[in-house]
């Protein structure tokens, strides 16, 4: 899939990709797609949620080896 803009979260866990993806969606414009990239598991169900609270809409995942990156695409400022 691509993205507008990466984020590297590899070696953080719970709830620090949350943390960080807040911080870098904020950067993007709206329609833009960010892509976390992360190696805790938990991510999944995470990202999904702070998708559904905060009204981003969750693109989906990809797992590659032990590296997971999901998709999140800015819906609003």
Known sequence: MKA?????????????PIVKTKEKIEELKEGEVLEVVADDIGIKQDMSAWCEATGHEFLGVEEEGGEIKVYVKKTHD
């Open 4 to 16: 507008d803009q990466s984020l590297d979260c590899i070696g953080l866990y719970c709830p620090m």
